[in-house]
């Protein structure tokens, strides 16, 4: 993957994995009130989406891991975290030199069985 002007340049092989995963039902954390977000992600599981797709950078991480918390802990009680994935993306600065920003991608599903838990 190369960065060029803050825009993501994807390799061929990147690209197709890109193309192979839906991307309808990712919420992208920015300056809105948590609560937005966590409304955003329950319309997804009420629409019928298995998972939801958080994604967030730089000073948006603590937000985006408060939506999913506060999701999990108050409105979805059988979610479960499939995936935490960190990394860092080197940006170019319109001043000239390149920056580093930390992103953040949590994926969260509905737990499938529900039959299996009122049983323990």
């Not at 629409?47 to 802990?73: F, M, N, P, Q």
């Not at 001043?95 to 949590?106: F, K, L, V």
């Amino acid at each position: 993957m190369l960065i060029r002007y803050g825009v993501r340049v994807l390799t061929e092989k990147e690209t197709k994995h890109e193309e192979s995963v839906q991307t309808d039902n990712v919420v992208l954390i920015g300056r809105k009130p948590v609560m937005n977000y966590v409304t955003a992600c329950i319309t997804f599981f009420n629409s019928g989406e298995k998972h939801v797709i958080v994604k967030a950078r730089g000073r948006a991480i603590c937000k985006a891991v408060d939506t999913v918390e506060l999701l999990r802990r108050a409105f979805v009680k059988d979610l479960e975290i499939k995936s935490i994935n960190i990394c860092t993306e080197e940006l170019d600065r319109a001043e000239g030199g390149q920056s580093n920003i930390s992103s953040i991608e949590i994926i969260a599903s509905k737990a499938e069985n529900n039959q299996s838990q009122e049983m323990k």
